[in-house]
């Protein structure tokens, strides 16, 4: 068969319109066009698609199984047109990066900062996504950039690492061990504290930094991610341990920091692609990142 776009496009607008007369108006062609179109893409398929009752075009059965797939490809099309738009507007480049939520909001907002005001007129793409499809996602070569806590690198990539601080302390305002600038172990005996998921690997880390010392704390509420336990802090629920770079984003904000007395090392790792064709504009954002990186652990 030799259908053509045109025959769809007209019988995708008859289908819309209801009529010959407003599908020749909305094609932007003549009624004796349209009716000679739709006659041909029934004589190709070789089935009528619509029933002529007193002048008017009814579709049949056939049809309306025909407009289902008809709409669902040009919903494809539609996609297609939209992912042209952001290309457009990314004219002189894009950067896809892909991390955990926790650095989508609070590292990448001062690094795109940074980037974007050397760089004019370049689009930046953060996808937030845990592990461990972030992890896949970066070994299937889908973004250019990747930030991730693990230690060893997805298949297909190579990783470096970025950042290295240690976890602190978060402490809801009015709490009594605000009086000491560094925390020891001891000191959280008995005191409610919030905790990050059990299957979260510094929750292991930390969990068992405290059966090693043989202190007790009250474990009231577990959260998936350590801005969760930043925000129950807040509210005065208990005290947690969370990496930094989260506890940055709410110090001041009803919750305050302290150092440990214990080193529980934080670690970022920036992911690249080895498959992904390279891009200058990628090397530049690698080298924000870096300067960001190094000026949080110079403020610490």
Not at 98 to 106: G, N, R, T, Y
Not at 198 to 215: G, K
Request: glycine share 6%.
């Amino acid at each position: 068969m030799n259908i053509t776009l045109r025959h769809i496009e007209v019988f995708r607008a008859l289908m819309t319109a209801g009529s010959v007369t407003s599908a020749a108006q909305i094609l932007f062609t003549s009624q004796p066009t349209v009716s000679r179109e739709l006659a041909r893409l029934e004589s190709l398929l070789g089935i009528p698609l619509f029933d002529r009752v007193r002048g008017r075009l009814q579709p049949n059965a056939q049809a309306h199984a025909l407009y289902e797939e008809v709409q669902r490809s040009y919903v494809g099309l539609e996609r297609v047109m939209s992912v042209a738009g952001r290309l457009k507007q990314f004219a002189q480049g894009q950067i896809s990066v892909i991390c955990l939520p926790v650095f989508a909001q609070s590292l990448l907002p001062r690094v795109c900062a940074r980037f974007l005001a050397q760089h004019d007129g370049v689009g930046v793409a953060i996808t937030p996504q845990d592990s461990p499809f972030l992890e896949e996602w970066l070994a299937a070569q889908s973004y250019d950039l990747g930030l991730t806590e693990q230690d060893s690198a997805p298949a297909g990539t190579e990783q470096s690492l970025l950042l290295e601080v240690n976890e602190v302390c978060v402490i809801p305002e009015g709490h009594p061990l605000l009086v000491r600038p560094v925390l020891d172990v001891h000191d959280f005996a008995g005191q409610r504290f919030i905790s990050l998921a059990p299957n979260d690997p510094y929750r292991l880390i930390i969990d068992e930094t405290f059966r090693r010392h043989n202190v007790e704390r009250q474990m009231i509420v577990e959260t998936h991610s350590a801005l969760s336990v930043c925000a129950m802090v807040r509210q005065g629920i208990g005290i947690g341990i969370v990496n930094p770079l989260a506890a940055s984003e709410y110090a001041g904000q009803g919750l305050q920091v302290r150092t440990l007395s214990i080193a529980i090392p934080f670690r970022v790792h920036m992911v690249r692609p080895l498959h992904r064709p390279g891009n200058l504009l990628v090397e530049r954002f690698a080298d924000a990142l870096r300067a960001e990186a190094k000026r949080f652990m110079s403020a610490r």
